[in-house]
C-alpha cells in the first residue's frame, strides 16, 4: 500500500530508469502510477515522491507534473499541523496516520510528514541541504503549501520566505529555479496574499503570540518578501505576472499602508526604494508579456491613436464593418491609466467593438462564402424589403416584408425558445453587396407580424423617407447585440464634458489604493444606530474606537469590517461570497445612510444601481420598512409591494398640463398613424366600402344608380359577390374547429418572472395606462364592407354552433338553415381569396350608364374594384409621412415633458433604484437628480462603463458591492474578452489592483457538506455560520448532496447553439417530483439547467409530473443572487468531443454549486468534467470523501425504516410511485380502517385521504337497511325504493324514508281521459290534472295552402286556422321566372328556400334560342333572350355570293371582302373591296409607257406620265465646279438644251457620281461620290473591311462604319483542365483547378491553375526520345518537338535569319501553331516589354502565344492585369452597361426636354431625335450591346443638342437673311446624324464639326446682312465685295475654311462698320458636341483645334482637316509645333496624364 493511494501496479516499467518519462503521467484515480513513483512500487526512481501526490521525479530532475492533494491528504495535514503545537518534532499523535507502514514492502524508514517544526528546521538548514530536505519531503511540503494555513501557525509564511531566501544563495540554479515555480504552482501565493491583506488588522496580543516570527522580525519579513519578488521576476517574468501580479503591486502596496496606518510601522527609506523598483519592472514584465502575447494572436496596437475616439460615429460606417482590425488598446486591468482621456478612449472602443465586433466578424464570412447557411455571430436573410412605416406607443420605424423562403424556414422555429428577433438585436440591410449599410434594431417580436412575413425594426443610423418603400430587395443581417444599453453608453463616453463629471476618477482611472472618507463627513459627525438591543447608541463615524462592538450590532467580523469601511470611506468596495449576506448589509448601510447621513430629507440621497430586475427588486423592497420615499424606474418589475413606486404610477399623480398635453398629442398622431395603416392593409384583408371608394372615384357612382330602387346595403359589395357560388362545407374545416384547443400558456406561474431571453427595455412608459385610445385621424371615410379575418372567426364561430346543435338533436331546419349560412359564407372567403391574385390586372373595360352591370365578368368586377381601391390608398399612403414625421417632433416634446415631470417626482424622493441599463439611458435625469451616494448592487457582473456612466459629478460616496468570484461581465465579442480583458469588472479590477476593501467571511446559506464544494476549493477562508449545521436532512433521501454521474448523450438545439439532454432532464424531472411528494412546497424546490435548451425541455415536459406544476425550472445564469432549500442542477454535457464549454468556467461553477441550503442534487458526467477541469476534480475529490458521489441514488422510505430504493435510471421510479416505497401504508384512518394507498411521504397525518370502503352503519331502523356510500362520505336518508300504496289506491316505490303521504311523491300511474277541448282520447300520469295535458294527435286540419301537411300536433286553442303558420318545409316549385318548364326533378332550377319565404329569380345559365335568327345565347333562365339584340356574326349570303359580315342586329349590305378586280384602260389588277368598282386612278403599279424623250414612265400608273420629272441619266457630260465631267437627268439635260440656260452649281454637284477617292481618318480611301460626299464636306461612312488588331490579336472583322464590337472567336485560351468558355471579346475566367499542370520529374507545382506557380519552368533537357529513337531536344516537362537533324535535315527548324538551331539548342514547340524555336528566342521575346498591350505572336504566323504552358504565368498576368480589365472596359460589367442604359435613356428625355422649341421648328432635327430615342430604347432590352456602343450615342446626342443649340440661336435672333440656307444645313447635318445612327467615325467627327463652325458662321453673317447699317450700305462697291467674299468663304459647296471665314467676316463688318459680331466659333458647344472630358483638345502649329479620344494621349500621326498641318504624335508624345489647347475646355493637363488622373484638371473650389 501506499501512503495515500491504493494498490496500483507500476503502468510504464518497473525499473528505476524509466520514472523520467513515467513521472510526466498523472494519477486521476488514486490507485494508478508511474514506474517508480512511489515507494510501494517494485522499482524506485532517483528522487522518487512518495504516494501519488506527485508522480515523478524529484527537485533536482526534471520539472515534474503536480497534481491536488487529496482529501484524505489534506485532513492529515490538518492533524499534523494542530498536534506540532507541542514541540513533538512534527510527530503525529493520532498513529492511525502510520497504520500501514507495515504493509509497505522494499522501503526503508518511512519518512515523517512535514510540520511547523520541521519546516523550522530546513529554513535554519544549510542551502544545499535545504534543497536536498525539501526534495526528500516534496509531497508533504508542496501539501503543506497547499493547505490553508491556520492563524496559529502564521509563522509559517516568514519560514518559507527565510527558506527561498536561502535557497537563492545556492549555485544550483536549476534547482532553486524548480523549487520557486512549483512554489507558484501552489496555493501558497493566494495564502500569503490573504495573510497580507489581514495583517495591518491583526490587534489582539494571542494573534500576535501565535506569528511571533513577523513581529519581532518585520524588516527581515519585507526583506525575505521582496527576495522572492525579485527572484521570480528575474526567473520567470510570466510567472511573476500572472501569480503575483496582484501580490506585488496591490496587496503588499495595501498591506504596508494598513501597518503605517494601523500598527505604525514604516518600512525604512531603501527597502520602500527597492519595493518601487520591483513594481516597476513587474509593470514592464506585463507589458511585455501582453504585447508578446498579442503578437503570436495577431493582436498589435500600441501606441497612440489616429483619430480621437470623440471623432467615431457611435454607429459603425461601411467602411469600418468591412475594415479587419480596428485601432484598440486592452483594458489596464492592473495599475493605473495614464489619464481620463486614456480610459476614456479605451473603454469607448473597447465597448464599440463588443458592440459592434461581433456583426463585422459574421459580415467578413458572408463576403467570403454568401451561399454558406450558417455565420458566426450573425443570421442573413435575403430579399427583404422595406414595406411601410410603423408605430406603435413611442416606437416608430418601419415594417420590413421578409421573403417566402425565410417564412419556410420559420415553421420549423420555437419563438419561445428563439433567439432571434429579440427586442433591440442589432440588424444591418445592405442592397449594394456590402459597400453601404443601413443600421436599425429589431422593435418588436410579435408573431401576428412575423406571421405575415413582417418584422418591425428602426433604422439609426438614416432618415427614413419614401425612397426607402421603393421595393428595392436588400440582405438583412441579424446580430444578436442588444444596442441600445450601448448606444446610451457611448455616447455618454463621448460627450466632451463627461472627464469633467466622472466621478470617483482618483480610484477609477489612477487607482488610488486608499480611499479618503466621503466629502459629507466632518470630523464630528455622529451617527445614531439601534444595537441587536434596539438600543440607540451614538457614536463619531470617524473615530474608530467610539464605534460600537460588532457583537453589539450584532455583526460578524467580516461584517462589522465591510459596514464600517463601506460609511466612512468614500470609495468602497465589498466582496461577498454566496450566502455571506452582500444584500443584507448593503440594506443596512443603506438605513444607516438614509437616517443619519446629513443630508435634506426632502431630496434624493440614494441612487441603487443593479444589474437585475430582480435584485433591484429585492433591495428596493428591503428598504421599504425603512423609508416610504422611494421610486423605481423600468418597466419589468414583479413585485406588487412596489408597484406604487414605480416611476408610471409616481408620474400619474403629477398634475402638469403642459405633460399631458404633449400625451395627448402623441397618443392621438400614433392613433392616426395606427388607423391610416390599419386602413392600407385594408387592401389586403378586406373590401373597402362603396363609401370609401366613391369619394376617389366618380365612375363608382354608376352601381349606384344600376342598383337604385333596390335594398341593397352596401353596392360595391353586392357587386362584388353578386351571385356567388355555393360551396360546400370543406369538411377539414370541421376536423379543425373539434381539434382546436383553447391556448396554453407557455410559462408556469413558477417561470412567470424568469423570461431567459427577457431584456431590460427600459420602458417606463404609461402612454396607454389610462386606456385613453386616442383621437382618429380623419380617415373615417375609408371603412370597409368586408373583412377576411372577420369571416374567417365567423365562420369558426358558426362551425362551432353547428356542432353544438349536431350534439344536442337540433332540428334538421335548423342545421340546413345554418349549413346554408357557413356555405355563403365560406363562398365568399374563397372568392375574395381567389380575386386577390388579379390585385395587379389592369381593367379591361369601362363601365358606363348603357352598360348591363350583372353581365360584366367576375375578375373584371374585381379588377375595377382593386383600381378605385388602389386610388383610395394612395391618398392615405400620402398623408401617412406627414403624420409620422408630425409624430417624431411629438416624441421628442413628450419624451422631454416627461423627463421634466419625472425630474420634478425624483428630486423630492430619497432612494432611487433602476437597473445599470436604465442608467445608461436616463444618465442626463440621473445628472438633474444630482444623487450624492449611489449603491451599486451585482457590480461584479456590470461591464466598468456601464458604471462609469451611471456616475455624476454630484456622486460623493460610491459603494460597490458584488463578488467577482461569481459570474462575469458578459462580453458579445469573446475575442475582447480573452486579448482585452473586457470582462473584467470594475469591481475586479478594483480588487486586483488592491484598492481598500473586504470580503465577506461567514456564510448563512448551505449546509457544511454544500458550502465543502465551494471552500476551500474556491473560497480558502469561507466559514459557516453555527444556524447551517443544525439544517434537517433532505425527506426521502440518503444523501443530502449527491452528484449523479451518467453516461447520456447531450443533443444539439435546433436554431440556436445551445444543447439539451433529454435523458438527463427526465431524470431530474423525475427527482423532483418526488421530492414534492416528500411534502415540500414548491418554492422551496428549484431546477437549474446549464444551458437554456435543457431549461426548454424541462419546461414542456414539466405537465406530464403531478407536483412540478409550480416548481421554478430556470438557467443557471439567472439565479446568481438566489437560493433555494432544495436545488437539482442539471449539468447536460457529454459529448463525443469531450467538451464541457462554459462549465469549466470557475465563476460559473462558483455560482452552480452555491445556490442550495439544505439539499443539492447534481446531474452530469463526472469523468468528462474531471478530464476537463482541475476545479472539477478537487469537487470529485470532495463529493468522493463524503459518499455523494456515484451512479446510481439512494432513495429512503421515511415510513418504513428500512426502505431503500436504489436508481440507475428513470424507469427506477416506478418502485416509488407515492414517494414512500411499494409497502402498504397501513396507517389507521379515523373510521378505523387501514389507508387504502401504497406507500406515501405526503399527506402523513391523512388529513386529506378518505377511506375507500364500504359504510357498514345501518341507516333504517325499519328495514335494517345499510349505507349505500363509502366509508369517508357522510350517511345520508335511506333512500333504497320500497313499494308502498298511495293514497290515490296505486302502489308505488318510493325513498325508504318517505311516508306514502308525502306530497313530493306523485302518482305516476297511467289513466285514460278525454280532452274536453278536442274530445280526443288520451293517456295521463295520475298526478296531473286534465288540464294540463296537450293533445298528442295530429292536426285534424292539415293540409296547408301550400299542399304541405301542417307539422303540429292538435292546436284547437292555438291558431286552428293556421293564419300564422309558417311552414318550414322545402319549397316544392321552381325558382322565381323559371322558364325550363320542368316536371319531376327540377334540378338546379328548384328553389332552394324554405315553403314560407320568397322564391328568388332563377339564374341559372341555360341556353335559348333566339326568335328572330338562329343564333342561341345563354342567359339566365328567367330572363328573356330576345330583350337585348343579337350581337353575333350574321352570315347571311349576300347577292355578289360573299357572307355578310355584319353582327346579327345590323342590316346587310355594303360587301366589304376585298377581291381582285382588272382596272379599265390598263388591264393591271387591283385588290379592293368588293362593292367598288375601280379607276386607273387606284393603279399604284410602275407605268411603263414610253414619253416623249424616250424613256420609260418611272411614275405609277394611276398617275398622269410627265416628261419634266423624268431622271434618266443621259450621256452628256457637263463640267461641274468640283473638276469632274456630270451626266445629268433628262429632265435637266433637256432644259438646258432647249432653254439654252445654264445648269446650276448646286445642280452639277448634286449630281457628281466620280468617286470621292479623299484618305480617311481610318486610314481606308473613301469609296463615296463626290455628291455622296458633298464634295468633301460630309464624307459617307466608309464601307471598307476595319481589319484594326484588337487586343485578343485577332483582327476586327466588321465594317469600318459600324462600332468595333467585343472579338466574337471562340477564346482560344486553355489548360490541361479545361478551355476558357467565354468569347474572345469576353474577360477570360482563370483556372481554379489543383494542382497546376506545370510538373516534371524535378518539381511540380502545388497551386492552383491559375495562380502563378511556385516553381519556375524546368530548364534542364529532356530526358527522352523521339518516335524515330534519336535524343528529344526539348526541355524537361515540355512537350517534345518533332524536329530531328539527323531524321530530317530539310525539316528541321531555322532561327528567324533562316540558319538552322546549333546542336546545343534547346528546342520548343509553340502549342498554339506547329513553329519550332530555341528557348532562348522564345524566353527573350515573351520577356520583352512592348509599348502596346497585346497578346505575344508567333514571330513565323503572327498566332498569338496563349497556350504554350511554359509561358503559363507570364500569359496569365497578362490576362489577369492588362487584357482582360480592357476587355471589360470595352464589353463593361452588366452594372457598368445597366447604368449608362440609364443615364443615356435619362439624357436623351433631357435632350427632348431642352428642345421642345427645336421639336416644333424644325421637322429634321425632330426626326432625327425619334432616331435616336428609338435606338436608345431598343439597346435598354440588348443584352449583347457592349459599353463602346452605348458610348457612341453620347455622340450623337451631344450633336444633336448642338446643332438645334444653333438653330435657335439663329431662330432667336429673329434674322431675316439666310433663312432657307440655315434650314439646308440643320437638314444636311440632321440627315448625316440619322444616316449614321450606330457609330459616326472620327472623319464624320471631324466633318460634322466643320460644318457646325461653318453653321457659327452662317449666323454671323446673317446677323450682319440683316443689320440695318448693311442695309443702308449695301450698294456700296466695297460692301459688296465684301459681302460676296463672305458669301463665297461661309456658303461656298467647298470644304469649310474657318480662318478664311472669320477673315471675310471681319471685312464685311468693317466695310460696313460694325464690330463684335465676327468670331471664330464658340468653343463650349464643340467641346460639348463631340462629348470628350477635359484634357482631350489640342491645337496644330497654325492654331487650329483638333481633338484625340480613348485615353487622350497622341499614338499616330495624321494632318490637320484645316491646313494639312503635321498633328498627333506618338508613344504620348506630340508631334514638334502642336501642344494642349487648354482654352478649348479649361484643363491644366492633357488627359492622358498622371495629373490629370489625380484629378488636377478639376477645380473644386
Request: aromatic share 6%; net charge positive; hydrophobic share 30%.
Amino acid at each position: 500500500m501506499s501512503d495515500f493511494g491504493g494498490p496500483g501496479p507500476s503502468r510504464q516499467g518497473r525499473g528505476g530508469n524509466s520514472n523520467r518519462r513515467a513521472g510526466r503521467h498523472r494519477s486521476h484515480d488514486g490507485r494508478g502510477r508511474g514506474a517508480g513513483a512511489a515507494r510501494g512500487g517494485r522499482g524506485r526512481g532517483t528522487g522518487a515522491a512518495r504516494g501519488n501526490i506527485n508522480a515523478g521525479p524529484g527537485i533536482l530532475g526534471e520539472r515534474p507534473a503536480l497534481i491536488s492533494a487529496t482529501p484524505e491528504q489534506q485532513n492529515m495535514l490538518q492533524q499534523i499541523v494542530h498536534n506540532n503545537t507541542d514541540g513533538s518534532h512534527g510527530h503525529s499523535k493520532n498513529n492511525n496516520a502510520h497504520s500501514n507502514q507495515k504493509n509497505d514492502r522494499g522501503r526503508g524508514k518511512r519518512d515523517r510528514p512535514m510540520g511547523f517544526k520541521m519546516l523550522e528546521e530546513i529554513s535554519k538548514s544549510d542551502s544545499v541541504d535545504i534543497i536536498e530536505k525539501i526534495n526528500q519531503q516534496k509531497a508533504f511540503f508542496t501539501l503543506l503549501l497547499d493547505t490553508p494555513v491556520d492563524k496559529k501557525k502564521s509563522d509559517i509564511f516568514f519560514l518559507v520566505l527565510e527558506l527561498i531566501t536561502n535557497v537563492w544563495k545556492t549555485s544550483f540554479e536549476e534547482s532553486k529555479k524548480l523549487l520557486l515555480l512549483e512554489l507558484c504552482n501552489t496555493k501558497f501565493i493566494d495564502h500569503l496574499q490573504l495573510y497580507l491583506m489581514q495583517l495591518p488588522y491583526t490587534v489582539s496580543r494571542e494573534d500576535k503570540y501565535f506569528n511571533k516570527y513577523y513581529w519581532t522580525r518585520e524588516k527581515e519579513f519585507w526583506g525575505h518578501f521582496m527576495n522572492l519578488c525579485e527572484c521570480l521576476i528575474n526567473v520567470s517574468p510570466a510567472t511573476a505576472v500572472h501569480k503575483c501580479g496582484a501580490l506585488i503591486e496591490a496587496t503588499s502596496k495595501s498591506c504596508l499602508e494598513g501597518l503605517e496606518e494601523k500598527q505604525g510601522f514604516k518600512l525604512p527609506e531603501e527597502y520602500t526604494t527597492r519595493m518601487t523598483k520591483i513594481r516597476e519592472s513587474l509593470k514592464v514584465c506585463d507589458q511585455v508579456q501582453i504585447q508578446n502575447q498579442r503578437r503570436s494572436e495577431g493582436i498589435d496596437e500600441v501606441g497612440e491613436p489616429l483619430e480621437s475616439f470623440r471623432e467615431l460615429s457611435v454607429l459603425p460606417s461601411g467602411a469600418e464593418l468591412l475594415e479587419r482590425r480596428p485601432f484598440l488598446r486592452p483594458n489596464v486591468v492592473e495599475g493605473a491609466y495614464a489619464d481620463v482621456e486614456h480610459y476614456l478612449d479605451v473603454q469607448f472602443r473597447l465597448l464599440r467593438e463588443d458592440c459592434f465586433g461581433p456583426l463585422r466578424e459574421g459580415i467578413h464570412q458572408y463576403i467570403e462564402d454568401p451561399r454558406k447557411k450558417k455565420y458566426d455571430n450573425i443570421r442573413v436573410y435575403r430579399n427583404v424589403k422595406f414595406l411601410e412605416p410603423y408605430a406603435s406607443k413611442q416606437k416608430i420605424g418601419s415594417i420590413v416584408l421578409l421573403d417566402e423562403n425565410t417564412m419556410k424556414m420559420f415553421k420549423r422555429v420555437n419563438w419561445a425558445h428563439s433567439k432571434r428577433f429579440l427586442f433591440g438585436s442589432l440588424v444591418v440591410f445592405t442592397k449594394d453587396n456590402c459597400k453601404s449599410f443601413l443600421v436599425g434594431t429589431i422593435l418588436e417580436r410579435d408573431e401576428k407580424f412575423l406571421n405575415k412575413r413582417q418584422l418591425p425594426v428602426n433604422i439609426v443610423n438614416s432618415a427614413i423617407d419614401s425612397n426607402l418603400y421603393n421595393d428595392d430587395p436588400y440582405i438583412m443581417i441579424e446580430c444578436e447585440v442588444y444596442f441600445e444599453p450601448y448606444y446610451h453608453v457611448l455616447k455618454a463616453l463621448q460627450d466632451p464634458g463627461f472627464p469633467e463629471h466622472l466621478a470617483m476618477s482618483k480610484y477609477i482611472v489612477d487607482v488610488e489604493k486608499v480611499p479618503e472618507k466621503p466629502a459629507y463627513l466632518t470630523p464630528g459627525t455622529i451617527y445614531q444606530i439601534q444595537n441587536k438591543d434596539l438600543e440607540d447608541m451614538k457614536f463619531i463615524v470617524l473615530e474608530d474606537h467610539s464605534w460600537p462592538l460588532q457583537t453589539e450590532l450584532g455583526l460578524n467580523n467580516t461584517q462589522y469590517e465591510a459596514y464600517k469601511l463601506a460609511l466612512t470611506h468614500e470609495f468602497a468596495v465589498i466582496q461577498g461570497p454566496p450566502g455571506t449576506g452582500k444584500t443584507f448589509l448593503g440594506v443596512k448601510v443603506a438605513e444607516t445612510l438614509l437616517k443619519y447621513a446629513p443630508f435634506p430629507k426632502i431630496r434624493c440621497c440614494m441612487l441603487v444601481i443593479c444589474y437585475t430586475n430582480h435584485a433591484l427588486d429585492q433591495f428596493l423592497e428591503a428598504l421599504l420598512p425603512i423609508t416610504q420615499s422611494l421610486a423605481r424606474i423600468g418597466g419589468r418589475s414583479r413585485n406588487e409591494a412596489l408597484n406604487q413606486f414605480n416611476i408610471n404610477n409616481l408620474r400619474r399623480k403629477n398634475n402638469s398640463s403642459y405633460y399631458h398635453e404633449r400625451r395627448i398629442e402623441l397618443k392621438t398622431l400614433v392613433s392616426a398613424i395606427d388607423h391610416a395603416q390599419a386602413r392600407v392593409d385594408a387592401l389586403n384583408s378586406g373590401v373597402l366600402s362603396y363609401k370609401s371608394i366613391v369619394a376617389y372615384n366618380e365612375e363608382c357612382k354608376i352601381l349606384e344608380n344600376f342598383y337604385r330602387g333596390r335594398t341593397i346595403k352596401d353596392v360595391l359589395k353586392h357587386w362584388l359577390f353578386e351571385n356567388v357560388d355555393d360551396i360546400k362545407i370543406d369538411p377539414t374545416l370541421l376536423e379543425q374547429v373539434e381539434n382546436e384547443q383553447p391556448d396554453e400558456l407557455v410559462n408556469n406561474n413558477a417561470d412567470v418572472d424568469d423570461d431567459i431571453f427577457a431584456r431590460d427595455e427600459i420602458d417606463y412608459d404609461d402612454l396607454y395606462d389610462d386606456g385613453f385610445p386616442g383621437e382618429k385621424p380623419g380617415y373615417d371615410s375609408v371603412t370597409t364592407s368586408f373583412s377576411l379575418p372577420d369571416k374567417e372567426e365567423k365562420i369558426k364561430s358558426l362551425l362551432r354552433r353547428f356542432q353544438d346543435l349536431q350534439n344536442n338533436g337540433s332540428s334538421t331546419y335548423e342545421l340546413r338553415e345554418l349549413e346554408n349560412e357557413i356555405c355563403r359564407v365560406y363562398s365568399e372567403v374563397k372568392l375574395f381569396k381567389d380575386m386577390l391574385e388579379h390585385r395587379s390586372r389592369p381593367p379591361r373595360i369601362r363601365l358606363t350608364n348603357a352598360l348591363d352591370l350583372t353581365t360584366v365578368p367576375r375578375v373584371e368586377r374585381w379588377s375595377l374594384y382593386f383600381k378605385w381601391a388602389n386610388v383610395a390608398m394612395e391618398d392615405v399612403k400620402k398623408k401617412i409621412p406627414q403624420i409620422e414625421e408630425r409624430l417624431r417632433s411629438a416624441a421628442v416634446a413628450y419624451e422631454e415633458a416627461r423627463m421634466m415631470v419625472d425630474l420634478s417626482v425624483l428630486k423630492r424622493t430619497r432612494v432611487v433604484g433602476m437597473t445599470t441599463s436604465g442608467a445608461a439611458r436616463l444618465r442626463k435625469l440621473l445628472a438633474e437628480i444630482a444623487a450624492p451616494i449611489v449603491v451599486v448592487e451585482e457590480a461584479a457582473e456590470v461591464l466598468e462603463s456601464h458604471i462609469v456612466t451611471s456616475l455624476t459629478k454630484s456622486c460623493q460616496h460610491l459603494i460597490l458591492i458584488g463578488d467577482h468570484q461569481q459570474l462575469r461581465p458578459s462580453a458579445a465579442y469573446l475575442r475582447l474578452a480573452r486579448y482585452y480583458e473586457l470582462e473584467v469588472s470594475l469591481f475586479e479590477r478594483m480588487i486586483r489592483n488592491g484598492v481598500h476593501s473586504r470580503r465577506l467571511g461567514v456564510q448563512h446559506r448551505m449546509r457544511p457538506e454544500i458550502a465543502a464544494l465551494v471552500s476551500p476549493i474556491i473560497y480558502s477562508d469561507l466559514q459557516n455560520h453555527r444556524s447551517v449545521e443544525d439544517f434537517p436532512p433532505v425527506r426521502g433521501v440518503a444523501h443530502n448532496l449527491f452528484f449523479f454521474s451518467h453516461d447520456y448523450r447531450e443533443q444539439c438545439e435546433d436554431d440556436s447553439s445551445s444543447r439539451k439532454n433529454t435523458q438527463e432532464g427526465d431524470l431530474v424531472l423525475r427527482l423532483a417530483n418526488y421530492l414534492m411528494q416528500q411534502g415540500y412546497k414548491p418554492e422551496e424546490v428549484t431546477i437549474l439547467a446549464a444551458y437554456s435548451g435543457q431549461l426548454f425541455y424541462m419546461r414542456k415536459q414539466r405537465s406530464l409530473y403531478d407536483h412540478l406544476s409550480n416548481v421554478k425550472i430556470t438557467v443557471l445564469d439567472n439565479y446568481q443572487g438566489e437560493e433555494s432549500k432544495i436545488i437539482l442542477l442539471s449539468l447536460v454535457r457529454n459529448n463525443d468531443n469531450d467538451s464541457i464549454g462554459f462549465l469549466g468556467t470557475e465563476n460559473r461553477i462558483c455560482v452552480a454549486l452555491s445556490r442550495a441550503r439544505e439539499g443539492f442534487f447534481i446531474f452530469g458526467n463526472i469523468d468528462l468534467l474531471k478530464r476537463k477541469s482541475e476545479l472539477w476534480t478537487k469537487i470529485a475529490a470532495t463529493l468522493e470523501k463524503n459518499g455523494s458521489l456515484g451512479t446510481s441514488l439512494k432513495l429512503k422510505c421515511d415510513n418504513h425504516n428500512g426502505q431503500i430504493t436504489t436508481i440507475t435510471s428513470v424507469s427506477d421510479f416506478v418502485k416509488v410511485p407515492e414517494g414512500g416505497c411499494l409497502l402498504d401504508c397501513k396507517y389507521n384512518l379515523p373510521c378505523g380502517h387501514a389507508c387504502p394507498r401504497v406507500c406515501h411521504a405526503y399527506d402523513l397525518v391523512h388529513a386529506k385521504i378518505q377511506c375507500t370502503k364500504d359504510c357498514e352503519r345501518k341507516i333504517c331502523q325499519v328495514e335494517g337497511h345499510k349505507c349505500p356510500f363509502k366509508c369517508a362520505k357522510e350517511c345520508q336518508p335511506c333512500k333504497r325504493l320500497v313499494e308502498k300504496s298511495l293514497p290515490c289506491g296505486h302502489n308505488k316505490a318510493v325513498p325508504c324514508f318517505k311516508e306514502p303521504g308525502d306530497p313530493s311523491i306523485q302518482c305516476t300511474a297511467p289513466v285514460d281521459v278525454t280532452l274536453p277541448d278536442c274530445g280526443h282520447q288520451a293517456k295521463k300520469e295520475c298526478y296531473m290534472k286534465t288540464s294540463d295535458v296537450k293533445c298528442k294527435d295530429k292536426c285534424p286540419n292539415g293540409r296547408l295552402k301550400c299542399g304541405h301537411a301542417c307539422r303540429r300536433t292538435c292546436h284547437v286553442n292555438d291558431d286552428p286556422d293556421h293564419v300564422r303558420y309558417t311552414c318550414l318545409k322545402a319549397c316544392p316549385k321552381a325558382k322565381k321566372g323559371c322558364t325550363a318548364n320542368l316536371e319531376g326533378d327540377l334540378g338546379e332550377h328548384k328553389c332552394l328556400r324554405s315553403c314560407f319565404e320568397e322564391c328568388v329569380d332563377c339564374n341559372v345559365q341555360v341556353i335559348k334560342k333566339r326568335s328572330g335568327c338562329t343564333h342561341s345565347k345563354r342567359v339566365a333562365c328567367h330572363e328573356d333572350v330576345n330583350a337585348k339584340p343579337c350581337r353575333e356574326k350574321c352570315a347571311r349570303s349576300l347577292p355578289c355570293g360573299h357572307h355578310c359580315k355584319k353582327l346579327c342586329f345590323e342590316k346587310c349590305g355594303d360587301c366589304k371582302q376585298k377581291t381582285k378586280k382588272p382596272i379599265p384602260g390598263c388591264n393591271h389588277e387591283i385588290v379592293i373591296e368588293c362593292g367598288t368598282e375601280p379607276t386607273r386612278d387606284m393603279c399604284r403599279l410602275k407605268c411603263g409607257r414610253v414619253m416623249a424623250c424616250g424613256h420609260a414612265c418611272q411614275a405609277q400608273c394611276g398617275e398622269p406620265c410627265d416628261i419634266t420629272k423624268c431622271t434618266e441619266i443621259t450621256p452628256r457630260s457637263f463640267s461641274s465646279p468640283c473638276g469632274h465631267n456630270v451626266q445629268l437627268p433628262c429632265n435637266v439635260s433637256r432644259q438646258a438644251t432647249q432653254t439654252g440656260s445654264a445648269v446650276s452649281v448646286e445642280t452639277l454637284l448634286s449630281q457628281c457620281a466620280a468617286l470621292c477617292g479623299a484618305l480617311l481618318r481610318c486610314g481606308h480611301v473613301c469609296g463615296g461620290s463626290c455628291a455622296g460626299c458633298r464634295q468633301g464636306r460630309l464624307h459617307q461612312p466608309c464601307a471598307a473591311r476595319c481589319h484594326q488588331l484588337n487586343i485578343c490579336g485577332h483582327r476586327c472583322e466588321e465594317p469600318c462604319n459600324q462600332v468595333c464590337p467585343p472579338c466574337r472567336r471562340k477564346c482560344e485560351v486553355k489548360c490541361p483542365h479545361s478551355p476558357c468558355s467565354n468569347l474572345c471579346g469576353a474577360p477570360c475566367t482563370m483556372c481554379s483547378e489543383t494542382p497546376c499542370g506545370r510538373s516534371c520529374e524535378h518539381s511540380s507545382c502545388k497551386r492552383t491553375c491559375g495562380a502563378p506557380c511556385d516553381r519556375a519552368p524546368c530548364s534542364v533537357a529532356c530526358p527522352l526520345s523521339l518516335a524515330c529513337g534519336h535524343p528529344c531536344r526539348g526541355l524537361c516537362g515540355e512537350p517534345c518537338p518533332p524536329a530531328c537533324r539527323l531524321c530530317d535535315p530539310e525539316g528541321f527548324p531555322t532561327d528567324l535569319l533562316g540558319d538552322p538551331y546549333e546542336d546545343d539548342a534547346k528546342l520548343i514547340q509553340l502549342q498554339d501553331c506547329p513553329h519550332i524555336f530555341d528557348v532562348d528566342t522564345l524566353d527573350t521575346l515573351m520577356n520583352s516589354k512592348d509599348d502596346t498591350i497585346q497578346l505575344k505572336a508567333c514571330p513565323w504566323c503572327r498566332q498569338p502565344i496563349v497556350n504554350t504552358y511554359r509561358y503559363k504565368d507570364l500569359i496569365n498576368k497578362l490576362l489577369k492585369n492588362d487584357i482582360n480589365p480592357i476587355k471589360a472596359k470595352v464589353y463593361g460589367t452588366d452594372a457598368q452597361r445597366r447604368t449608362k442604359k440609364l443615364e443615356m435613356l435619362h439624357k436623351v428625355m433631357e435632350l427632348a426636354d431642352a428642345h421642345k422649341r427645336t421639336f416644333l421648328a424644325s421637322k429634321e432635327w425632330s426626326n432625327a431625335l425619334h432616331v435616336m430615342v428609338k435606338i436608345i430604347k431598343c439597346a435598354q432590352n440588348d443584352r449583347k450591346i457592349s459599353l463602346l456602343q452605348l458610348e457612341m450615342n453620347d455622340i450623337y446626342i451631344n450633336f444633336l443638342d448642338t446643332v438645334g443649340q444653333y438653330y435657335m440661336k439663329y431662330k432667336d435672333a429673329h434674322l431675316s437673311q439666310l433663312e432657307m440656307e440655315m434650314k439646308t444645313q440643320v437638314k444636311l447635318l440632321c440627315n448625316v446624324l440619322t444616316t449614321n445612327s450606330h457609330k459616326i467615325s472620327e472623319q464624320q467627327q471631324l466633318d460634322i464639326d466643320n460644318e457646325l463652325r461653318r453653321m457659327n458662321s452662317m449666323i454671323q453673317l446673317a446677323k450682319i446682312l440683316s443689320h440695318e447699317s448693311y442695309k443702308s450700305s449695301e450698294t456700296n462697291e466695297n460692301v459688296m465685295q465684301a459681302s460676296a467674299a463672305a458669301n463665297d468663304a461661309v456658303l461656298s459647296w467647298r470644304v469649310f475654311n474657318e480662318g478664311k471665314g472669320v477673315e471675310c467676316l471681319k471685312k464685311l463688318e468693317n466695310a460696313v462698320k460694325l464690330s463684335g459680331i465676327a468670331s471664330r466659333e464658340e468653343r463650349a458647344m464643340i467641346v460639348r458636341a463631340i462629348g470628350l472630358r477635359a484634357g482631350h483638345w489640342y491645337k496644330c502649329p497654325n492654331g487650329h483645334f483638333y481633338c484625340i479620344g480613348e485615353c487622350g494621349g497622341a499614338m499616330q500621326l495624321s494632318k490637320c482637316p484645316d491646313c494639312g498641318a503635321a498633328i498627333g504624335g506618338q508613344q504620348h508624345q506630340l508631334t514638334a509645333g502642336n501642344q494642349h489647347a487648354r482654352e478649348m475646355d479649361g484643363s491644366q493637363f492633357a488627359a492622358w496624364s498622371e495629373e490629370a488622373n489625380n484629378m488636377a484638371n478639376f477645380n473644386f473650389d
